[in-house]
C-alpha cells in the first residue's frame, strides 16, 4: 500500500526554524514527485512546494519562496520540508502529496504553530 507518513511539526517562535519529514513507502519513490501543502484553521489547503523526480528540481509557491527548501533523500525514502524564517502566518497543518498512477496520495499532517 502507497504510505506517506509526515512528522517534525511543533512549537516554534516566529523567526525560527523547524524540518518536516515525509517518508514514503508502498511505490518507486524515484519516479514521482512529492510535493508539500498546508491548511491554516478556516483557510482552504494550498500548495507550497514540489521536489521532481529523479535528481528533483524543486518548485515554490510566492508565500515561501526564499524560506522553505525542499529536498529528497532516495536512499531513506524521504522527502523534506526546511522552514526558515517561520512567521505567525505559517502556522497551519502540513501535508505531503504525490499523485500516483491519477491518484492523489496524502500524508497524515504534521501540525505547525508558529507564536509571534
Known amino acids: 500500500d502507497v504510505q506517506l507518513q509526515a512528522c517534525g511539526g511543533g512549537v516554534v517562535q516566529a523567526g525560527g526554524s523547524l524540518r518536516l519529514s515525509c517518508e514514503a513507502s508502498g511505490f518507486d519513490f524515484d519516479d514521482y514527485a512529492i510535493g508539500w501543502f498546508r491548511q491554516a484553521p478556516g483557510k482552504e489547503r494550498e500548495g507550497l512546494s514540489c521536489?521532481?523526480?529523479?535528481?528533483?528540481?524543486?518548485y515554490y509557491t510566492q508565500p515561501v519562496k526564499g524560506r522553505f527548501i525542499t529536498s529528497r533523500d532516495s536512499a531513506k525514502k524521504t522527502v523534506y520540508l526546511q522552514m526558515n524564517s517561520l512567521k505567525p502566518e505559517d502556522t497551519a497543518i502540513y501535508y505531503c502529496n504525490s499523485q500516483i498512477q491519477g491518484r492523489d496520495y496524502w500524508g497524515q499532517g504534521t501540525e505547525v504553530t508558529v507564536s509571534s
Open positions: 521536489i521532481s523526480k529523479g535528481p528533483g528540481s524543486t
